[in-house]
């Protein structure tokens, strides 16, 4: 008798869209499902793992194992996937029994199509099959416009203003991302108009397959059922999705740096204006950490797209970790001297 494959749910989306919200509700609701997770994270800190572990992934309120976090930190998932990706999925084959989802999360500047493709190696595709590709879309951002039908129109815009990256390859990622899915989160709609909602939704629809369900959703509150068991297997069509990067051999992501920054921190007031005008300054596309305030027995963490942020206590500090500020900045053409100068005198 066949054993069951694994069914395997990539979450992909651009930087910000909500995919570790989205992931977080996810687990935290799993109704006694047994999930396995991948997180894979851009940057020199797993920022995302850390928030992901807080959740308390790993044993459930009675310390029985429901499910183990893998962070892979060395680049985009897709780009690694040769290295670290395949140790990982042969730890998850061994354990199959024990699985009854494996739910991989890609870094918000990641290709969805290759890790997918992956999957049509006979090593993996004996022992899993990709359940769905799932995009969260960031609606309020597109909504503003960052990324329109007239992608050349866009680039117009950026270039006529010296604040903006002026050749980015980000649309082309928004619109490969959508290109693969089999199920579109259209996020943070709270506050949206409808006429917005229906204009955010045209764009997508006029770049994810034909067919494709597009779900409204806040704070990641999407039922399970809709997310998991779509029975897809998308490693069977996902060369029939075309994306712009098929005809490259290789890719990279050399246009997008990462900077981590070790910062002194004595007043929460100060921290998000001066994180706000260096983005302004800068091209930085996302920025997230935590934060050591003085007096303070919580964590804080900070989140950031564009020029929104976002900031809350989510925990207590260990006894045994180390208080301090650290942010990762991913951006274009960034100097981590200068932005080291700039946001500490701002904070000063």
Request: charged share 25%.
């Amino acid at each position: 008798m066949q054993t069951r494959k694994i069914p395997a749910t990539i979450v992909t989306g651009f930087l910000g869209s909500g995919k570790t919200t989205l992931l977080r509700k996810l687990l935290t609701n799993a109704q006694g499902r047994r999930i396995a997770v991948i997180v894979n994270e851009f940057g020199e800190l797993g920022i995302d793992g850390e928030l992901l572990r807080g959740c308390g992934i790993g044993c459930d309120e009675n310390g029985e194992e429901n499910g183990q976090l893998y962070e892979l930190a060395n680049g985009c998932l897709c780009c690694t996937v040769q290295e670290e990706f395949a140790p990982v999925m042969e730890q998850l084959a061994a354990r199959r029994d024990q699985i009854d989802y494996l739910v991989i999360e890609t870094s918000g500047l990641a290709l969805p199509k290759p890790l997918v493709q992956a999957f049509q190696w006979p090593s993996l595709r004996n022992t899993f099959t990709v359940d769905s590709v799932i995009t969260v879309v960031d609606a309020p951002a597109v909504a503003a416009g960052d990324f329109a039908d007239d992608p050349v129109a866009v680039d117009a815009q950026r270039r006529a203003d010296d604040n903006l990256d002026h050749d980015s390859p980000l649309h082309e990622l928004f619109e490969d991302q959508l290109a693969t899915a089999d199920l579109v989160i259209v996020h943070k709609v709270e506050g949206m108009d409808a006429a917005a909602l229906e204009a955010v939704e045209a764009t997508i629809r006029h770049e994810a397959p034909a067919g494709v369900k597009l779900v409204r959703a806040s704070h990641g509150d999407v039922p399970l059922d809709v997310l998991l068991g779509l029975e897809r297997a998308v490693e069977d069509v996902i060369d029939d999705r075309k994306t712009h990067h098929d005809e490259e051999e290789d890719h990279d992501h050399d246009a997008f740096d990462s900077v981590s920054l070790t910062l002194q921190v004595t007043d929460r007031a100060k921290l998000i204006p001066a994180l706000t005008a260096l983005v302004q300054r800068h091209e930085i596309y996302r920025v997230k950490g935590f934060v050591s305030l003085p007096g303070a027995a919580m964590r804080l963490v900070v989140q950031g797209v564009g020029q929104r942020f976002d900031s809350y206590f989510d925990r207590a500090w260990r006894a045994d970790e180390t208080r301090a500020t650290r942010l990762v900045f991913i951006g274009d053409h960034l100097d981590a001297a200068v932005l080291q100068a700039e946001v500490q005198a701002a904070l000063a």
